[in-house]
Nanobody, 121 residues
């Protein structure tokens, strides 16, 4: 059984910073490939925010380029999203996504439960 658990969300003022974490856990994990952060604002579709491949290459949505940084610690099976210069429009539930090769289910995609980020003064 593979689980993704996000943490680090909260309420911050515009211009502030937050760091989200997502831990992939499960005794059957063999390899974690691409990891991604998505977000979904109320009444809107879920959008891709940032991607990091297994080798470390990254991609960002235009709306967060220069403000957000995705990075990973493979030894800890954890992906992070450092969010700086936060804006009210960054308010959303942030979801972690990962492609995981596990003994039991082979290679498949997993989602975390989401963590709320609210930017407000």
């Amino acid at each position: 059984q593979v689980q993704l658990v996000e943490s680090g969300g909260g309420l911050v003022q515009p211009g502030g910073s937050l760091r989200l974490s997502c831990l992939a856990s499960g005794s059957t994990i063999i390899t974690i490939y691409t990891m991604r952060w998505y977000r979904q604002a109320p009444g809107k579709q879920r959008d891709l925010v940032a991607t990091i491949a297994g080798g470390g290459s990254t991609n960002y949505a235009d709306s967060v380029k220069g403000r957000f940084t995705i990075f990973r610690d493979n030894a800890k099976n954890t992906v992070y999203l450092q969010m700086n210069s936060l804006k009210p429009e960054d308010t959303a539930v942030y979801y972690c996504n990962a492609e995981v090769w596990a003994v039991v289910n082979g290679k498949r995609e997993y989602w975390g439960q989401g963590t709320q980020v609210t930017i407000s003064s």
